[in-house]
């Protein structure tokens, strides 16, 4: 007997039961798509139909892990091998076995933010400043697709033209990549290769928020989905990625480019109390006029409770949260477990000192996911540039890492660039020879002495344990500003076999994509 379609029905069901024709759903929050999503997947799965050939793709690292997980406990055979990706995700993996990044001269070592803005730095003097600088980086990152109707990788600029050229050449000379260039390079690939395997490797394509996809990875989607059932949804009022070229247009115009169409929309809310659906509603009306699309309200849920409360200091704001969060989880007349608690917290201080709050007086457990911020501060930078340097000594982005921290010192660094480029060596060489005397630079003093600071280090710790690595790189009588990190090292714990590649990898996965813990008994606090 068919479980996908036991208690589902109105639009819910339209989604989970199409088929043939690509589809549109407009969903507002709360409203039930992933649920849909995944009755739809189940409806295929028990049709016999191969999980392999199925792709959900999602916007982020953590939206993914949730969808697999979900799809694992759908209780399907097959469910635990459909592909839930995000979209870079997949275009790494479709690079990497192609060898399109080796064919090209690039190395898929990707940069951090703060990397990345060591480039950008790097970059400014030759493009107007930073803020330009940005704005074209981010055009690059879209394919220069600034507007909805653009194409991807046309260049209309001499100025676009003349930073792809400098851009490309720094992340060549660095052997690195930009996670925003996954995305352009893997449509041009599929674009100009219309044998590629690729293009005949899905039967049905699932993308969840739609509307925060620019046009470059909309065009992606399309080229997969050439000879697949596709499926879309999102919402044009919860697009908040403009900065990225992200268009909401991209969900609303989707009609005019994709026929035949089959359309749907979900705007009852069934996650929120009326209340809170009530205040999402006087807010967007605020915010944006008439609004077309109103949340309305699940008939059955409750009404809610809001309450708006101020304290005089942080201590006891922390405090005053903490009473509250210990009485819905202590009295029976609420009976709210903890992991069924999700605190919003607007600065990760605040996150951290109520986390201690509600272990240390309440014995309350919970746990903060700050991941995204652990490396904000320069010693944060510092610390995790020497871990990467003494892993990796022939890695170009940490050397270029530490001479940049705290200062850039882009014009002198420039010149060793440019020496590097003519001789063919590397900076870490040409540095060598400002050492030696046989290469002369200007100003060159400040970057020999930094150079010959991060060597010291790198020599001491060579050869010692990771866990004395790690000791020595992160100290734990100063832990301010390298919180984070210290709190997802100690995480997942450094064993005796465990060696400082092994540890810096780990670490640098942690930090690109934050786990969002299921575990029972802990109040989350994001």
Not at 48 to 60: C, E, M, N, Q
Not at 353 to 377: G, K, M, P
Not at 415 to 421: C, D, F, M, P, R
């Amino acid at each position: 007997m068919a479980q996908w379609n036991q208690n589902i029905d109105g639009n819910h069901l339209k989604i989970a039961s199409h088929e043939g024709s690509t589809m549109r759903v407009l969903a507002g929050p709360g409203t039930g798509k992933s649920y849909a999503i995944k009755r739809k997947v189940m409806r295929l799965l028990e049709e016999g139909k191969d999980p392999t050939r199925i792709l959900a793709v999602t916007f982020t690292n953590v939206a993914a892990d949730a969808l697999k997980k979900d799809l694992g406990a759908l209780g399907v055979p097959g469910a635990e091998t459909v592909r839930a990706r995000t979209l870079h995700s997949l275009c790494f993996e479709i690079l990497q076995k192609e060898k399109v990044l080796q064919m090209t001269n690039r190395n898929p070592r990707p940069l951090t933010d703060f990397e990345t803005n060591i480039l950008l730095e790097d970059l400014k003097g030759q493009f107007g400043g930073k803020r330009n600088a940005e704005k074209l980086l981010l055009a690059f990152e879209s394919a220069f697709a600034r507007q909805q109707q653009d194409i991807p990788g046309a260049i209309n600029t001499l100025e676009d033209a003349r930073f792809k050229d400098r851009l490309l050449r720094w992340l060549q000379l660095h052997q690195a990549i930009l996670l925003g260039e996954l995305v352009p390079i893997t449509y041009e690939y599929l674009k100009n290769n219309p044998t590629a395997s690729e293009l005949q490797e899905y039967d049905y394509i699932l993308t969840d928020e739609y509307q925060d996809l620019n046009k470059a990875e909309q065009s992606l989607i399309d080229l997969l989905a050439q000879n697949a059932e596709l499926l879309v949804v999102g919402d044009d009022d919860q697009s908040i990625y403009s900065f990225k070229h992200a268009h909401p247009e991209g969900i609303i115009e989707f009609p005019n480019t994709h026929s035949p169409l089959a359309d749907v929309a979900l705007q009852i809310c069934r996650r929120c109390p009326k209340k809170v659906v009530r205040l999402a509603n006087e807010l967007m009306g605020y915010l944006l006029g008439e609004h077309p699309k109103q949340l309305q309200e699940f008939p059955s849920n409750n009404g809610g409770e809001v309450y708006a409360a101020q304290w005089k200091t942080i201590d006891d704001e922390t405090g005053g949260i903490a009473r509250l969060i210990r009485k819905l989880t202590s009295d029976v007349g609420y009976n709210v477990r903890p992991e069924e608690m999700l605190v919003l917290a607007p600065r990760r201080q605040i996150g951290y000192a109520l986390r201690d709050e509600l272990q240390n007086v309440y014995s309350i457990n919970a746990h903060t996911f700050f991941q995204e911020e652990a490396l904000d501060s320069q010693k944060a930078q510092r610390a995790y540039t020497i871990l990467n340097y003494v892993a990796y000594p022939q890695d170009r982005v940490a050397l270029r890492a530490f001479l940049a921290i705290p200062t850039t010192l882009p014009g002198t660094y420039e010149k060793i660039l440019a020496k590097a480029e003519e001789l063919n060596k590397t900076s870490k060489a040409i540095i060598e020879h400002l050492k030696d005397g046989s290469i002369r630079i200007p100003n060159s003093t400040d970057v020999v002495k930094r150079y010959d600071e991060l060597e010291s280090i790198r020599n001491e710790l060579k050869d010692k344990p990771a866990a004395e690595v790690v000791a020595r790189v992160f100290d734990t009588n100063d832990p301010i500003d390298i919180e984070v990190l210290l709190a997802i090292l100690s995480d997942f714990g450094i064993g005796a076999e465990d060696d400082v590649k092994k540890v810096f990898v780990k670490l640098r996965d942690r930090i690109r994509s934050p786990e969002v813990t299921e575990d029972e008994g802990f109040v989350k606090i994001i």
